[in-house]
């Protein structure tokens, strides 16, 4: 199974900050990378697919990058609406699996 | 726009079988793969199962093979998992999500299993 890695587990920021945070995978997938949005007691949302694709509606802050192993989901100047916990997920095989999350906090 | 509600969660005793269902409109479900993803109590995303628009294939997580089975009916826009020998580590909020590929977009509003030992 592709092992999917976050760093950091959680960050603190503040409104107006820039974050960026990473997801490694165990191994290549190219550019098939998911991230998601998910707030307390929702379901998750599709931020950006195949790495650096943004979903149609989602603001143009965030922004994701990489390919092979290494990518990166930046959300340039915070809004209060983006504290969140957000996922990454490879969509290169089955089992399609997500990395553990990164919590952005106040 | 598109719209899925999960639906027959509840509590079970451990080894009971529990089936849920996922009822969608707004786009083209004959078109569609469809997924289930299911969240534990306080913990990350884990996918279980991924079934074709045709129903010719299925993939599912290995903590769940044999004991789950995904199915859907086109003709009521409707996708299905049938979940038998439930454990306890089975507990948590289960999503359908229409695939985007193998991305997920959107979700339904997730439905409850809890599984008591």
């Known amino acids: 199974d592709i092992q999917m890695t976050q760093s950091p587990s959680s960050v603190s920021a503040s409104v107006g900050d820039s974050v960026t945070f990473t997801c490694q995978a165990s191994?290549?997938?190219?550019?098939?990378l998911g991230w998601y949005q998910q707030k307390p007691g929702k379901a998750p949302e599709l931020l950006i697919y195949?790495?650096?694709t943004l979903r149609s509606g989602v603001p143009s802050r965030f922004s994701g990058s990489g390919s092979g192993t290494y990518f990166t989901l930046t959300i340039s100047s915070l809004q209060p609406d983006d504290f969140a916990t957000y996922y990454c997920?490879?969509?290169?095989?089955?089992?399609?699996?997500f990395g553990g999350g990164t919590k952005v906090e106040i | 726009q598109a719209h899925l509600v999960e639906s027959g969660g509840g509590v079970v005793q451990s080894g009971e079988s529990l089936r849920l269902s996922c009822a969608t409109s707004?786009?083209?479900?004959?078109?569609?793969?469809m997924h289930w993803v299911r969240q534990a109590p306080g913990k990350g995303l884990e996918w279980v199962a991924f079934?074709?628009?045709?129903?010719?294939?299925?993939n599912y997580a290995d903590s769940v093979k044999g004991r789950f089975t995904i199915s859907r009916d086109n003709s009521v826009s409707t996708v299905f998992l049938q979940m038998t020998s439930l454990r306890s580590e089975d507990t948590a909020m289960y999503y359908c999500a229409k695939g985007r590929g193998l991305f997920f977009d959107p979700w339904g509003q997730g439905i409850l299993v809890a599984v008591s030992s």
């Open positions: 997920q490879q969509a290169d095989t089955f089992p399609l699996t």
């Open positions: 707004g786009f083209t479900f004959s078109n569609s793969g």
């Open positions: 079934i074709r628009y045709d129903s010719t294939s299925q």
């Open positions: 195949s790495a650096s």
């Open positions: 191994q290549d997938i190219g550019t098939w």
